[in-house]
């Protein structure tokens, strides 16, 4: 057996969520993984240490397969850096696997990120081949539902996944991509996941404490906008899974040294079931709203609609309105703010590094 290690960091916050929740669970044991032997094709190379992991199989790339002839509208097309003219299929770089070696990919990204000022470090993939992103996604996909079901199980949360299973239409992967990251694929981090809601803010507490201390699970962001007491709120989770420190193999088979392999991450969310509620009944209200937000940042507007036609400020700002009645009436259910916000601030807030 190799000295292999699940990544996991000391989560901040997680150790006063602890001591708030007065659990009496400890942290699951790492499960050890084999060696698994240096190949070119990072793709099964995850899907291989994976099965080895937890033997419960993995699900295939599913659509990649359809992704070279998915043509792109004109406003999702990429422009490319020479200025010559973008490409209209999803293909290379955008979808297929493209033909560049995984250790080439992985330090485009790297060199991405490196440029990257201290106080804006964004959240990445550790690829920019949307292709791949969706097959580890699909593959950990398994493993990503049935680790949330038991956290949930033990803090008296419900679970909920997109239907079928299904991960991030291409459609709306590519509106983001375009709306949000010009371009750049490996920010997409919300291919697949899931979410939990509660009744009680305590409970919730409790589970992210779990959370923090789960071996297969590595926080690498966490957004709390639930403290904010007012509108929609939640604790937004990105969870990197399937990352390791691998060994690595001279072609005598001799360990020379070891590779940190990234792993891939994945969303997941905390709800108080008032507030989830008044976003589900008012999903007709929450898209339009999206929909505006999206077509004004393709076409170069202001975040704070300030240059947004009449129309379009009208629009967005009497769903916002009708949107915030709903929520308010939601906070009111749970009680004082203030109580509410003690509960709740033991979660901190975590920047990508």
């Not at 990072?42 to 070279?68: H, I, K, M």
């Not at 696997?97 to 550790?126: I, M, N």
């Not at 629009?315 to 929520?327: I, P, Q, R, T, V």
Request: aromatic content about 6%; proline content about 6%.
């Amino acid at each position: 057996m190799s000295d292999h290690k699940l990544l996991h960091q000391s989560v901040p916050g997680a150790e006063a969520v602890e001591a708030a929740t007065a659990s009496s669970t400890g942290p699951a044991a790492p499960v050890p993984l084999p060696v698994v032997r240096r190949t070119d094709d990072d793709v099964e190379r995850a899907a291989a240490r994976l099965r080895a992991a937890r033997g419960r199989g993995n699900a295939g790339p599913g659509e990649l397969d359809n992704l070279a002839n998915y043509k792109l509208a004109p406003d999702q097309q990429v422009p490319k850096a020479d200025g010559s003219k973008p490409d209209e299929y999803a293909g290379t770089p955008s979808g297929k696997f493209s033909p560049e070696s995984s250790a080439t990919k992985r330090a485009g990204v790297a060199a991405v990120k490196e440029g990257e000022a201290p106080d804006k470090k964004a959240l990445h993939q550790p690829v920019a081949d949307l292709g791949e992103i969706y097959a580890h996604c699909s593959m950990l996909e398994a493993e990503f539902k049935y680790q949330v079901e038991q956290v949930a199980a033990k803090s008296k949360g419900k679970t909920q996944f997109r239907p079928g299973g299904k991960m991030k239409s291409l459609d709306r992967t590519m509106e983001k991509v375009t709306a949000d990251y010009k371009g750049d694929m490996s920010r997409i981090v919300d291919l697949t996941g899931g979410s939990i809601s509660f009744d009680d803010p305590k409970d919730l507490v409790k589970c992210y404490g779990t959370i923090a201390k789960n071996p297969m699970f590595h926080l690498v962001r966490v957004k709390n906008s639930l403290v904010n007491g007012k509108g929609y709120g939640d604790i937004n989770l990105s969870i990197e899974m399937g990352g390791a420190d691998i060994d690595i193999y001279d072609a005598r088979g001799k360990v020379t040294g070891k590779e940190h392999y990234a792993g891939f991450v994945i969303e997941l969310q905390l709800h108080l079931a008032p507030i989830i509620g008044v976003k589900e009944a008012a999903h007709k209200q929450y898209e339009k709203m999206r929909t505006l937000d999206a077509d004004n940042k393709v076409a170069g507007k202001k975040e704070d609609r300030s240059d947004w036609s009449p129309e379009d400020r009208t629009a967005y700002e009497d769903l916002l309105s009708e949107m915030e009645g709903l929520y308010g009436k939601a906070w009111e259910t749970l009680g004082s703010t203030k109580a509410l916000n003690r509960k709740l601030k033991v979660i901190k807030p975590m920047s990508p590094t």
